[in-house]
Every structure is written in structure tokens, then in C-alpha cells.
């Protein structure tokens, strides 16, 4: 009997749980990864790119809304705590904002800024997953990110 129990301990501890990897399910981000840490020069950060996808953003997080890509666009690595963060689209196109948090929440947003979709407020240390949507699924806008 105690082998048993020794057997399913060491079964629970080589399973990853959800919580420890979040962002797990998700493939690799097309745009690349930006890793800031606290106090990051120049401020904002930036990284361009094109939005495009099919992938409803409200089977992300039902809130969301436009098309995505399945892949995130970007990874932002923060290696400390921001109390005051935003991270905004600009855009020729109207375009629409997706990210998921490391404790696997969902900011989305579209409009506002005019056009440009931002999310903002305090963004704890972690890794998020950043997708720029458009309204029309296969569309596509070329963006910069800002951070």
C-alpha cells in the first residue's frame, strides 16, 4: 500500500499544473518577446507588426472582440512589478487589443484612444500574451505596439 501512495505522490509531482504554467496552451508568439524590467529606457518600448487571423477573440475571453490570429503576437516579459503600465495600440486601421495575464485573466479592449485599444492599471511581474485583432476576420493592419 505505501508504494502505492509513494507512486501517485511522484505522479502528481512531474504533472505541470495550470497554475504554474498558464500560458502553456498557447503556441509561441509570432512577433517575438519583449522583456522589460522595472524603470525600462526609453519609455515606451515599441515593437511593430501586422495583425491578421480568423480566430474569433471572443473564444478567447468573451469580453474580447475582432479576429486573432492563433498565436499571440507578442510576449511581454515584466522581471518586476509595474503599479501603472500601459500597453496601447496605434494604427491606420481600427484595431482591436487581447492580452492575457500570467494569472491567466483577460484584458481587452478596442477604442480608446479614437481607434487605438489599450489596456492599463497595475501589471504584476510574470509573462503576458499580447494579440492585436482586427474587425474582419483574414484582414489584416499593420500596428505598432507600445509599451
Do not use: K
Amino acid at each position: 500500500m505505501r508504494s502505492r501512495w509513494w507512486w501517485l505522490a511522484c505522479l502528481g509531482l512531474a504533472v505541470p499544473s495550470a497554475h504554474a504554467q498558464p500560458n502553456a496552451r498557447f503556441p509561441a508568439p509570432s512577433g517575438g518577446v519583449m522583456t522589460l524590467s522595472p524603470g525600462f529606457l526609453p519609455d515606451p518600448q515599441s515593437a511593430t507588426g501586422t495583425a491578421r487571423g480568423s480566430v474569433d477573440a471572443s473564444t478567447l475571453a468573451p469580453h474580447c472582440t475582432g479576429f486573432v490570429a492563433a498565436a499571440p503576437e507578442r510576449a511581454l516579459v515584466l522581471r518586476g512589478d509595474e503599479p501603472w503600465l500601459r500597453v496601447y495600440v496605434t494604427s491606420p486601421a481600427d484595431t482591436t487589443l487581447v492580452v492575457r495575464r500570467p494569472d491567466g485573466t483577460w484584458l481587452c479592449d478596442d477604442d480608446s484612444y479614437g481607434r487605438h485599444p489599450a489596456v492599463e492599471g497595475s501589471f504584476p511581474a510574470g509573462r503576458y500574451l499580447i494579440w492585436v485583432g482586427t474587425y474582419h476576420a483574414g484582414a489584416s493592419a499593420a500596428y505598432t505596439l507600445s509599451v
